[in-house]
């Protein structure tokens, strides 16, 4: 599924997986300006499983249930989704356009 | 406990009806950002509802007659609690090695949700599922920057 979402195209700089205290995650070779494997591993961990949850919640509520979130940081774009019981991350390059990509990752995952 | 109740919505306060076919809800005075708030939905129809938020001010602005909308009490909750809690973590991890925060897009399953923080609280902008949530989001960073 990792190369999948990657073959997607060069905008695509990382991919994660988390699914409970269990952590995955690739980045591609070239990428210059990433935030450090440690901070990514406690954002997998931590933040975007609260983000999903949080979202999650509201989007149930009445809101028609949740698809994905979009995170734009300063120098990069994340995506992250629900995925069997966990989520999926991918970081985006700032000038990727990050709802097709996700549209995109969101059909991969899917399937 | 279940979901709010009328005694929630007796707190919410007092709704009031403006013109030029948005339905304002508010539940604080004074009006908050009106400039700015009919500057967003001035972007075009792809603008369902604008909300601004500032600590527990809270005030809400919705189309008429759109679609799949939710209702008015989740979404007070909604920019009370959840849109400040979604930038306030996301924030902080930006903040700490991914260059800050721009925004946040929540892609729910009838509509998207734009969250713009601002330096008084934070801007909420819900879009129609079609639109480019991406380029309303950059276009409501702009309005924000120009009205402040």
Redesign the interface.
């Known amino acids: 599924m990792g190369d999948e979402i990657f073959a997607l195209g060069p905008h695509v700089r990382y991919v994660a997986f988390g699914s409970g205290q269990d952590v995955d995650t690739r980045q591609r070779a070239d990428i210059r300006d990433g935030s450090s494997s440690e901070s990514d591993f406690f954002e997998e961990l931590l933040v975007n499983p609260t983000l999903l949850a949080l979202a999650r919640q509201r989007g149930e509520l009445a809101g028609g249930g949740l698809r994905y979130l979009i995170v734009a940081y300063g120098i990069f774009n994340v995506s992250a989704m629900p995925l069997n019981g966990g989520h999926v991350t991918v970081g985006l390059a700032l000038d990727a356009d990050p709802v097709a990509t996700a549209a995109h990752v969101a059909a991969l995952v899917s399937v | 406990m279940g979901?709010p109740s009328e005694a929630v919505a007796e707190v919410l306060g007092q709704r009031s009806r403006a013109t030029s076919g948005v339905q304002k809800l508010a539940y604080d005075a004074p009006e908050m950002n009106a400039r700015l708030r009919q500057a967003i939905f001035d972007l075009g129809p792809q603008i369902r509802y604008v909300a601004c938020g500032e600590g527990q001010r809270v005030e809400t602005a919705q189309r008429d007659g759109i679609a799949?909308a939710?209702?008015a009490s989740?979404d007070f909750f909604?920019e009370l609690l959840?849109n400040p809690?979604?930038l306030t973590?996301?924030r902080?991890?930006?903040e700490?090695?991914?260059?800050?925060?721009?925004?946040?897009?929540?892609?729910?399953?009838?509509?998207n949700?734009v969250v713009v923080p601002a330096a008084w609280g934070h801007v909420s902008v819900c879009v129609e599922r079609e639109a480019?949530?991406?380029v309303v989001?950059r276009q409501v960073a702009l309005l924000i920057e120009q009205t402040q």
């Not at chain 2, 700490?96 to 509509?111: K, S, T």
Request: hydrophobic fraction near 35%; charge should be negative; aromatic fraction near 6%.
């Open positions: 979901r799949d939710s209702d989740s909604e959840v809690t979604l973590l996301a902080q991890r930006g700490l090695d991914c260059g800050g925060l721009r925004h946040v897009i929540v892609a729910y399953g009838n509509f949700q480019d949530a991406e989001a």
